[in-house]
């Protein structure tokens, strides 16, 4: 690595930030299909024309707009990801924006080994809340079928989402076996949102809601299957060993748990996105980490289960199935 590499490293933060307030600033969705002025756009979202003129310009240098004869214009694929008028909008980079408030608090947080904003999910306004679960669902729904294909689903009829937010897994697991019935287990705050994302996608009469905080309720029961995605990395080692516990109460003989996440080498290095992933948590929670093999699989031990295995996914995240005999 030499010294251009490393000063291109450092800087990198800023084309990102550029894309960012862009979309924060809603430019895309103001730019008419016949091309509009900086005047015209600035004067829309009551910005500064002369600060909005230099943004629009750096966004056609990097290839996310074009300019001709003083109109700028959305390309092809800003009009479908980054307009709201897009077919393919992408609601849920707000979630990205929100995160680059936490990140820029990276160093503090390591002098002090406090995060940047402790408040809890469910303390958290709907200003937040939405684009987080906007931006879980577009990821979702796009991974689950590469995800989930090759779960034997033989034998399992009833399924517990723990976490499920915008209930994208579950929706995945009925698309794959029509017969499961399944329930999204979340906050009093997300599960409205669960139910606008269910209604839309058309599953409410195969999709039930529980209401629960598992830190401090127990999971209802009587499941084939608990699934866990993109949960235990929130939480310390103490809070997700009393979850898995919670999670063998809830399944029924010769039912499994499937933890789907980063799963780290003994020395937390690898794989590179989940030592990334580690410091979102760092900066984001309280005691949320991304953990590694040994110690996933001496939380389920201690829970009872048994038969443990790991499927590592083409993303770099893994599966983790262990079973209840």
Not at 9 to 15: G, N, R, T, W
Not at 21 to 48: C, M, P, R, Y
Not at 84 to 107: A, E, I, P, R, V
Not at 130 to 148: E, G, T, V, Y
Request: proline share 3%; with cysteine.
């Amino acid at each position: 690595m030499n010294q251009n590499t490393i000063r291109e490293f450092a800087s990198s933060f800023q084309k990102s930030r550029i894309l960012l307030s862009g979309f924060e600033l809603d430019l895309f969705s103001n730019i008419d299909e016949h091309g509009s002025t900086a005047k015209q756009v600035s004067a829309t979202l009551n910005l500064s024309e002369h600060g909005c003129e230099r943004l629009l310009n750096v966004l056609v240098s990097l290839d996310f707009l074009t300019k001709q004869n003083q109109l700028f214009f959305n390309t092809e694929e800003s009009s479908a990801f980054l307009s709201k008028k897009g077919s393919d909008y992408l609601g849920g980079l707000m979630h990205s924006n929100q995160l680059w408030n936490t990140w820029s608090h990276l160093s503090q947080v390591v002098r002090t080994g406090k995060p940047a904003h402790p408040t809890e999910i469910n303390q958290r306004g709907d200003g937040w809340l939405f684009p987080f679960i906007s931006a879980m669902h577009d990821r979702a729904i796009k991974q689950a079928p590469q995800q989930l294909r090759k779960i034997d689903l033989t034998g399992i009829t009833h399924l517990l989402d723990v976490g499920g937010g915008s209930g994208a897994y579950s929706m995945e697991f009925i698309a794959i076996k029509p017969d499961i019935k399944a329930t999204v287990f979340d906050l009093p705050n997300v599960v409205p949102i669960t139910r606008q994302f269910i209604d839309k996608e058309g599953f409410s009469d195969k999709i039930s809601i529980y209401t629960g905080d598992y830190t401090v309720d127990e999971l209802p029961g009587g499941f084939d299957l608990v699934f866990l995605s993109a949960i235990i990395h929130s939480n310390s080692l103490e809070v997700n060993q009393d979850l898995i516990r919670k999670c063998f109460k809830s399944l029924n003989n010769n039912g499994k748990i499937i933890i789907q996440d980063w799963i780290m080498n003994s020395e937390r290095t690898q794989p590179a996105m989940g030592a990334i992933f580690a410091i979102n948590m760092l900066v984001g929670t309280e005691s949320g980490d991304c953990f590694t093999e040994q110690e996933v699989t001496e939380m389920l031990t201690a829970a009872g289960f048994e038969y443990i295995s790991r499927i590592e996914l083409e993303s770099g995240l893994s599966q983790v199935i262990a079973h209840k005999m």
